[in-house]
Nanobody
Framework: QVQLVESGGGLVQPGGSLRLSCAAS????????IGWFRQAPGKEREGLSC????????FYASSVKGRFTISRDNAKNTMYLQMYSLKPEDTAVYYC????????WGQGTQVTVSS
């Protein structure tokens, strides 16, 4: 059974950092495309970053490029999103995603950037 569990969200001041984790079970992370999305109140879910299986290439949305870094630890079967220079507009629920014939989602973790 495929399962994704996010953690690491919280309240952080503007300019601060957070690292989100996504623990995967029921499949092997490095065999599939994986990524991070977020959804702010009243807005559509936005794709932030992903890792392509074949060569580990990473991609970032322009809104987070240079500030966020996606990575995975194959030994722990866990994916991460390191976030730096956080802004109030980064406030959202963050979801990890795996595409295995269809999309699988975690339950989400809230990130709030506020002073």
């Amino acid at each position: 059974q495929v399962q994704l569990v996010e953690s690491g969200g919280g309240l952080v001041q503007p300019g601060g950092s957070l690292r989100l984790s996504c623990a995967a079970s029921g499949f092997t992370l490095d065999h599939y495309a994986i990524g991070w999305f977020r959804q702010a109140p009243g807005k559509e879910r936005e794709g932030l970053s992903c890792i392509i299986t074949s060569d580990g290439s990473t991609f970032y949305a322009s809104s987070v490029k240079g500030r966020f870094t996606i990575s995975r630890d194959n030994a722990k079967n866990t994916m991460y999103l390191q976030m730096y220079s956080l802004k109030p507009e980064d406030t959202a629920v963050y979801y990890c995603n795996a595409r295995i014939l269809r999309d699988y989602w975690g339950q989400g973790t809230q990130v709030t950037v506020s002073s």
